[in-house]
């Protein structure tokens, strides 16, 4: 019988809702993928046809989220923001969307989108870096840089990023306050590089 794709969406949502289910409450490294197939009533084997591994759903989650967050920032810019206000803005919007994975986002982010070599990439981790910093390429690119920022750049930026996730999804502050202060510093501190000037228009690199 041949299964809708209807049917297939249905599955693979009920996978991700039973998967975040169990990620929250029995922990990312403790839940299985057999916990998962178990609970989502479907055959392991069966399940694997939808996400090779849990990381690979756990990824799928913190994407969808990224993809999220980007339309929430594209809806609640005004055009007005200065480039660190922006960056502010953008980076804000997608932690707004993670929140809900925050429990078990660390270890899901560790083996993912992990700075260090490793020796196999994460399709999902990728695909979600690439995009994002390509939404910063083109915000950067709305404030007055005529060329793309360079390679060392992006990765400083990325660096930046990470660090930003590891404390937030830690940060016991009220209200996190010290993710917003440390968004705050490292968004000036990179417009500052690109810009080589500290000026927040880009003028440096304007043609």
Request: charged share 25%; proline share 4%.
């Amino acid at each position: 019988m041949r299964i809708s794709e209807q049917a297939k969406q249905e599955t693979r949502v009920r996978i991700l809702e039973k998967a975040a289910e169990l990620f929250i409450g029995k922990g990312f490294e403790d839940s299985t993928t057999r916990d998962i197939a178990l609970a989502a009533g479907l055959a392991a084997g069966t399940m694997f046809n939808y996400f090779p591994s849990k990381e690979t759903l756990a990824m799928n989650m913190v994407g969808d989220a990224f993809r999220q967050g980007r339309e929430d920032f594209k809806r609640r810019r005004s055009g007005k923001e200065g480039l660190t206000e922006e960056l502010y803005l953008f980076v804000a919007s997608g932690l707004r969307r993670l929140r809900p994975l925050r429990p078990f986002l660390g270890p899901v982010l560790e083996r993912s989108l992990s700075p260090f070599p490793r020796k196999n990439i994460c399709p999902e981790g990728e695909t979600a870096r690439l995009e994002h910093l390509a939404a910063v390429q083109e915000i950067i690119g709305r404030h007055g840089f005529a060329e793309t920022p360079d390679y060392v750049a992006m990765t400083m930026y990325w660096s930046l990023y990470l660090g930003i996730l590891a404390c937030w999804s830690n940060d016991e502050s009220p209200n996190q306050e010290s993710s917003h202060a440390l968004i705050d510093y490292s968004i000036r501190m990179f417009v500052q590089v690109i810009s080589g000037v500290g000026s927040d228009k880009g003028e440096a690199h304007a043609s």
